[in-house]
């Protein structure tokens, strides 16, 4: 039998920030069995990804690359010809500066399919971050994209100078604060007036973003003041003037960089909250949902119960899904229902369902949930019980949350509740962070008293609004030490 070749989706992540993303882009990740991502492509984005999908890295450092563009082709055409749907995931848009026209002859070649979702790219998404359009039809009325370094043992762009000094009204360097000097230089001595302002914008469009001005005579002293590094985005031109308000920069966590200890049941909103208020935020670890097998003993007495009490979201979808499958009409649940959570009992309430005050134990009291949550409730409880299905950790995650610990320091480790104290304590070490009180570990919050937490030395706050005061009291000790 002749295996049919796969096909190859060139997915533009977009400049960083997750909401980014296009629809088409996130259909491909839904689809795919095995994706290549690059370091600017944001983690988030691979939770679209179904969970036997493989995520494989091809970051690239200056100087130093985990995987040469070479294997990076081969593998593609590897992963294709096994018959496989492939999403190749890059930072940006594909094209601009993607080496995706490199990756598509290799699979040309090959006689391999492939379709191109354009993306975001960073040189237009990072200025409008930083409260700059690239173009204005008071200010610039042309653009150029330009890359800053090219494949020379110098690396300096071989490029048209004087064109680009006298012809384009706003110009945007990629990666080039290496070759900032040498760039301003360059246009200085083609025509441009030293006082031209320049803005260099690092992370655009991430919670790290941040940003320094100047102009093509002083912008590289301050950027070494500063100590951006790339990725950056420079942009040169009266443009740069324009700017009134860094509206993103001015969100209230803008910088900090903070993790989020999941423990596998619904969601916290608390992540999506600080999210929008302009944190870069870890979200540890990740989860995965195995689903029980039909308990088809509890199901046929569903109408015996007087309440039945939903420990999640999950649960509830779960619970309905196994009534559906075994073919039982709803309208025998008669009981009382009551949920753990916000989003339990939202969920209810979407299925027409009203939803009561949480009742006291009983032997015809249905819990219904995850098998950790079952059976922590099963030591002191007499009902019965119903296993929905059980949260296990993916580790598909857990490098890349190494990695990106790594490149970028936590500020903060925050717990919303006890289970996600207890899953810190119990496995912080798997991403290098010890509960263990130290010189190195940083800062670890916990909403709530809680005694394991309080053994540890971590920082106990009551509410979400105190942790939010908490963060920024932090973040401005921080600036008054280095101001």
């Known amino acids: 039998m002749i295996m049919k070749n796969g096909i190859v989706y060139f997915v533009g992540a977009g400049p960083g920030d997750p909401g980014l993303l296009t629809i088409k882009g996130k259909q491909a990740l839904e689809e795919a069995d095995v994706i290549l991502y690059d370091r600017l492509a944001n983690?988030?984005?691979?939770?679209?990804?179904?969970?036997?999908?493989?995520?494989?890295?091809?970051?690239?450092?200056?100087?130093?690359?985990?995987?040469?563009?070479?294997?990076?082709?081969?593998?593609?055409?590897?992963?294709?010809?096994?018959?496989?749907?492939?999403?190749?995931?890059?930072?940006?848009?594909?094209?601009?500066?993607?080496?995706?026209?490199?990756?598509?002859?290799?699979?040309?070649?090959?006689?391999?399919?492939?379709?191109?979702?354009?993306?975001?790219?960073?040189?237009?998404?990072?200025?409008?971050?930083?409260?700059?359009?690239?173009?204005?039809?008071?200010?610039?009325?042309?653009?150029?994209?330009?890359?800053?370094?090219?494949?020379?043992?110098?690396?300096?762009?071989?490029?048209?100078?004087?064109?680009?000094?006298?012809?384009?009204?706003?110009?945007?360097?990629?990666?080039?604060?290496?070759?900032?000097?040498?760039?301003?230089?360059?246009?200085?001595?083609?025509?441009?007036?030293?006082?031209?302002?320049?803005?260099?914008?690092?992370?655009?469009?991430?919670?790290?973003?941040?940003?320094?001005?100047?102009?093509?005579?002083?912008?590289?002293?301050?950027?070494?003041?500063?100590?951006?590094?790339?990725?950056?985005?420079?942009?040169?031109?009266?443009?740069?003037?324009?700017?009134?308000?860094?509206?993103?920069?001015?969100?209230?966590?803008?910088?900090?960089?903070?993790?989020?200890?999941?423990?596998?049941?619904?969601?916290?909103?608390?992540?999506?909250?600080?999210?929008?208020?302009?944190?870069?935020?870890?979200?540890?670890?990740?989860?995965?949902?195995?689903?029980?097998?039909?308990n088809e003993e509890i199901l046929r007495k569903i109408g015996t119960f007087e309440d039945v009490f939903f420990t999640s979201r999950r649960a509830v979808c779960e619970f309905f899904r196994a009534l559906a499958s075994q073919k039982i009409d709803i309208r025998q649940l008669t009981a009382k229902l009551s949920a753990a959570s916000e989003q339990a009992k939202t969920e209810l309430e979407k299925r027409g369902f009203l939803v009561t005050a949480i009742q006291p134990d009983s032997e015809k009291r249905l819990v219904v949930g995850s098998r950790h949550a079952v059976e922590n409730m099963q030591k002191h409880e007499s009902c019965s019980f119903y296993i929905t299905h059980e949260n296990v950790i993916d580790d598909r995650f857990t490098h890349m949350i190494q990695r990106t610990i790594s490149e970028s320091p936590l500020h903060m480790v925050i717990c919303p509740n006890k289970l996600s104290v207890q899953q810190l304590i119990n496995g912080g070490e798997q991403i290098g962070i010890s509960p263990e009180l130290s010189a190195s570990r940083p800062p670890i919050v916990c909403i709530g008293d809680d005694s394991a937490a309080e053994a540890y030395g971590f920082t106990a706050v009551q509410e979400q609004d105190e942790l939010l005061a908490f963060i920024q009291n932090q973040q401005t000790q921080k600036k008054l030490l280095h101001s």
């Not at 790219?121 to 200010?139: E, N, W």
Request: include cysteine; charged fraction near 20%.
């Open 43 to 294: 983690p988030k984005l691979l939770e679209f990804a179904s969970p036997d999908c493989q995520f494989i890295y091809c970051g690239k450092l200056p100087n130093r690359h985990f995987m040469k563009q070479k294997e990076i082709n081969a593998l593609l055409v590897e992963k294709a010809l096994n018959g496989l749907t492939v999403v190749r995931l890059k930072g940006g848009d594909p094209s601009v500066f993607g080496r995706v026209g490199e990756e598509a002859d290799a699979l040309h070649e090959h006689g391999i399919r492939y379709e191109m979702v354009p993306g975001i790219t960073s040189g237009i998404a990072a200025p409008l971050y930083a409260g700059i359009p690239v173009t204005h039809r008071d200010f610039a009325s042309s653009f150029a994209m330009i890359t800053a370094h090219d494949k020379s043992l110098k690396g300096t762009p071989n490029l048209d100078w004087e064109g680009l000094a006298r012809s384009v009204q706003t110009l945007v360097f990629y990666m080039g604060v290496k070759n900032l000097s040498y760039i301003c230089q360059q246009l200085i001595s083609y025509g441009k007036s030293p006082s031209v302002p320049v803005i260099v914008i690092q992370w655009g469009t991430w919670g790290r973003q941040r940003s320094v001005k100047g102009t093509l005579e002083n912008i590289q002293q301050k950027v070494q003041e500063h100590q951006i590094t790339n990725p950056a985005i420079i942009v040169i031109g009266d443009i740069v003037n324009f700017q009134t308000h860094s509206w993103f920069e001015s969100k209230p966590l803008i910088g900090r960089h903070l993790m989020v200890v999941t423990h596998g049941e619904d969601e916290d909103p608390l992540a999506d909250k600080l999210r929008d208020s302009g944190a870069d935020l870890i979200e540890w670890p990740k989860w995965r949902t195995e689903n029980m097998p039909v």
